[in-house]
C-alpha cells in the first residue's frame, strides 16, 4: 500500500518508518525544507533507540520518503495519517491548529478516494470537524471517509510498541476505510478495537488520564508514607501482587512529564468542562503532580535549609523519562529552575538531553560529560531521571569526588541500606 504521513515527530517518523520496513511505499511530509533535507539524508531531528537505522535502510530500500510538497505524497497514497502536534493551549485545551491546516492541505489535493486518519491526539469532535474542513477544500470528484486511529507508543520503546501494540483501536463509521485499515495493519500484533470516531479519539485521552492517575496515586501515597513512617515502595509492591490492580504506573517519584501526560490530562479536564462535567479527579492528579516535583526540592531545602545558597547540587538526569532525549514539561525544568533560584549551583548530566536542556533550563545550569564528573566537588547528588547507566552508577567512585556525601534519590532506583552503608545520607521518595 501507499500511504502518508503528516509530520515527523516521534509518532509520524517512528510510524512511517515501521510501515515502510513492513513493505508498504510511505511518504512523510513536513513544513520545513532544511528538515526534510536532513530526513533524505538519513539523519534524524532527535533520539529514538534503533530509528535511525530503521529510517536509513528503508530510505535505501526506495520505501520511504520525505516531501515538503503535499502534492507528492497525497496523490499516490490510499490513506493519509495526520501525526502533527496538538500542545495544550493556554486555557489547557488541545489546540487543533497544526491539525486543521494539515487537513485543509491535504484535501487540496485528494484525488480518487482517501483514508483520512487522525493519529494525533485530539478531542472528542476533531474527526468531525477534519471532515468539515476536506468537504470543503476538497476537488470535485474526489472522496475520503475519516478515521481515527489513536498512537499509544511510547518514546524510547516506540519502535517496538508499534510493531507490537496492546490493542489498535480504529474508530471509524464507514465499512470501506475500516477494511482497508485493517488490511495495513495486518502484519502488527495486538488485538483491534473497532467503534466511531469519537470512541476513538476519547479512548487515548482515557487511557492517558488514567495512568496520569496511577503515576500520581503512587505518588500521594509516597507522601502519606513518609508522615506515618511507611515505606511506599513496600506499600506498593503489596498492592500491586493483588491481580485486579498490578503494579505498573505504580511508582512514585519527582512526578509525570512528556509531551503527552501533562496536556493529555489538562486537555481532558478542558473537554470535560466544554461537555458540563467538572472532571475534580483529573483536577487533583494534575495538582499532585506539581506537588511531587515540589516535594522534591523541599528534600533538598530542607536538608541544607539556608545554607543551600552557594552548596553544588549534581543532577543526574534531565529528559522527563529514560532512553529519550525530550525535555518537553521534563521535572528537571521545575527542579532546576528552582535550585538555581535558591542560589545553588545545578551541575547537570544526561546521556542524551543535554542539548535540549541547554534551550529550556535556566543559563546559570553548568553540564558536565558523566554522571562521575558531574558529582566531583558536589554537596549533594539528586537523580531526576532513572536512566539504566545510574542504576549501575558505581557509588564508591562518585562518592571519592563528591565534597558532602548526599544522595537525593528521586526514582527510588537505589536500595536505602546499600547507599548508607557506604557513608551517604539518603533521601528516597516515601521511605526512609
Ligand atoms: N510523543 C509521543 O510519545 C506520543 C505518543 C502517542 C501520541 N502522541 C500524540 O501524537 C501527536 C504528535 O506527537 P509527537 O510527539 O510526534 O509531536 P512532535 O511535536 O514530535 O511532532 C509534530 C510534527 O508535526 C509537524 N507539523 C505540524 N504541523 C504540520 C503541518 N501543517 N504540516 C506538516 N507537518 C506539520 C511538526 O513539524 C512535527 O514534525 C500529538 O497529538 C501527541 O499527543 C504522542
Not at 492517558?208 to 505518588?219: C, E, V
Not at 535556566?362 to 542504576?391: C, Q, S
Amino acid at each position: 500500500m501507499t500511504i502518508a504521513y503528516i509530520g515527523h515527530g516521534y509518532v509520524g517518523l517512528v510510524t512511517a518508518a515501521v510501515f515502510a520496513d513492513l513493505g508498504n511505499t510511505v511518504w512523510v511530509v513536513g513544513r520545513s525544507e532544511d528538515k526534510i533535507e536532513k530526513l533524505k539524508r538519513g539523519k534524524l531531528l532527535f533520539y529514538e533507540p534503533g530509528l535511525a537505522e530503521l529510517v536509513q535502510r528503508n530510505i535505501g530500500a526506495g520505501r520511504l520518503h520525505f516531501t515538503v510538497n503535499y502534492k507528492e505524497a497525497i496523490v499516490p497514497s490510499s490513506v493519509i495519517f495526520i501525526c502533527v502536534g496538538t500542545p495544550s493551549s493556554t486555557s489547557g485545551e488541545a489546540d487543533l491548529t497544526s491539525v486543521y491546516k494539515a487537513a485543509e492541505s491535504i484535501a487540496k489535493h485528494l484525488v480518487g478516494y482517501k483514508v483520512i486518519v487522525t493519529k494525533s491526539t485530539v478531542p472528542p469532535g476533531t474527526g468531525r470537524k477534519v471532515a468539515e474542513i476536506i468537504e470543503k477544500n476538497k476537488p470535485e470528484g474526489s472522496s475520503f471517509a475519516i478515521a481515527s486511529a489513536p498512537e499509544f507508543l511510547r518514546e524510547g520503546t516506540a519502535i517496538s510498541d508499534t510493531l507490537h501494540p496492546d490493542r489498535v483501536i480504529i474508530g471509524t463509521t464507514s465499512d470501506r476505510a475500516r477494511k482497508i485499515l485493517l488490511e495495513l495493519h495486518k502484519p502488527i500484533n495486538g488485538k483491534s478495537v473497532l467503534c466511531n470516531v469519537e470512541t476513538a479519539e476519547l479512548i487515548k485521552y482515557a487511557s492517558n488520564a488514567l495512568l496520569s492517575t496511577k503515576i500520581s496515586f503512587a505518588n500521594a501515597m509516597a507522601f502519606l508514607s513518609e508522615n506515618v513512617g511507611a515505606d511506599v515502595e513496600d506499600v506498593l509492591e503489596g498492592v500491586g501482587m493483588d491481580k485486579r490492580i498490578g503494579r505498573s504506573f505504580l511508582y512514585p517519584g519527582v512526578g509525570y512529564g512528556g509531551s503527552c501526560f501533562p496536556k493529555d490530562v489538562k486537555a481532558l479536564i478542558a473537554i470535560a468542562q466544554l461537555h458540563d462535567y467538572d472532571f475534580s479527579l483529573l483536577k487533583a492528579v494534575d495538582e499532585v503532580n506539581q506537588q511531587a516535583a515540589r516535594h522534591f526540592v523541599r528534600k533538598i531545602v530542607g536538608h541544607f535549609g539556608k545554607k543551600l545558597r552557594g552548596k553544588t547540587i549534581a543532577m543526574l538526569g534531565l529528559a522527563f523519562k529514560p532512553n529519550t532525549d525530550d525535555m518537553r514539561e521534563a521535572p528537571s525544568i521545575y527542579i532546576a529552575g528552582d535550585l538555581i533560584r535558591r542560589g545553588a549551583r545545578v551541575v547537570a548530566y544526561d546521556p542524551v538531553a543535554m542539548e535540549n536542556a541547554k534551550r529550556m533550563l535556566p543559563k546559570e545550569v553548568l553540564y558536565a560529560r558523566d554522571a562521575y564528573a558531574a558529582a566531583d566537588g558536589a554537596d549533594a547528588v539528586a537523580v531526576v531521571t532513572e536512566w539504566n547507566e545510574f542504576i549501575q552508577l558505581d557509588l564508591v567512585r562518585l562518592a571519592k569526588g563528591m565534597n558532602d556525601l548526599v544522595l537525593f534519590d528521586g526514582r527510588n532506583i537505589y536500595d536505602p541500606q546499600r547507599v548508607k552503608a557506604l557513608g551517604f545520607m539518603y533521601y528516597g521518595i516515601g521511605r526512609m
